[in-house]
């Protein structure tokens, strides 16, 4: 899954300006309705998750450390929110097992990808793989798009699944067989380096005995140049 950073500038001082990253994360609390769209209680205002003050309660709050940024001033952390964690329900059934394809591994490739691509074109290589559940890759990756140094006879990674220009398409085969493909696809930039490239996925695989084992699987090797 793939997050939007935002860059927000500080103009508190006048002689330069403070970039400051923040990303998307803590609760969910993307709509923030007026008091009047929340009497109306249509999407957004049915969304707005601390009610219909949320506005008003943000405004006030966002003044203080507007205040506090600008004056250098220390603001206490203030009351951490409750932990419902082990209040939490999830009616998605969980992972039941995966199997390859007969005489298959996982890893294997389905569908490979050409030997020539241009700038601006899309490659997409099919892989037999386990769900992505059995491991959700956190801080790692499915995918990675590899390119050949000659200098040295090492590959490079040059993108992830969590680049824009990457996609990650997993596929429920055959439920009762638990056979699995997932599709890499890379759109390539404009201003790509011209060389040889391979496409690299990894994952992990639950048995029928519940037991969870990583696997990897390359593409062959394709030569991406201008025309």
């Not at 590959?155 to 997932?182: P, Y």
């Not at 759109?187 to 996925?201: A, F, K, L």
Request: proline share 4%; hydrophobic share 30%; with cysteine.
């Amino acid at each position: 899954m793939k997050c939007k950073t935002y860059v927000i500038l500080d103009k508190c001082s006048s002689s330069e300006n403070k970039a400051v990253i923040a990303g998307l994360s803590n609760t969910y609390s993307s709509y923030i309705a007026t008091f009047e769209e929340y009497q109306v209680q249509r999407y957004e205002g049915a969304s707005t998750i601390y009610g219909q003050y949320t506005l008003q309660a943000y405004i006030q709050e966002f003044e203080k450390l507007a205040q506090s940024l600008c004056t250098g001033n220390i603001l206490p952390d203030g009351p951490m929110p409750e932990s419902m964690l082990d209040k939490e329900i999830s009616l998605q059934p969980g992972v039941i097992f995966d199997t390859a394809y007969y005489g298959k591994n996982f890893g294997d490739i389905v569908k490979d990808v050409k030997d020539h691509y241009s700038p601006g074109s899309t490659v997409s290589v099919t892989f037999i793989s386990g769900h992505p559940r059995n491991d959700l890759m956190l801080e790692r990756t499915f995918m990675t798009v590899e390119m050949y140094d000659s200098s040295n006879g090492n590959w490079t990674v040059i993108s992830t699944d969590a680049d824009w220009e990457t996609k990650f398409r997993w596929e429920r085969t055959n439920m009762v067989l638990g056979h699995s493909e997932a599709t890499m696809s890379w759109e390539i930039p404009h201003d790509v380096q011209p060389g040889r490239y391979r496409i690299r996925h990894f994952g992990y695989s639950k048995s029928l005995f519940q037991k969870i084992t990583p696997y990897k699987g390359t593409s062959k090797t394709f030569v991406v140049k201008k025309v």
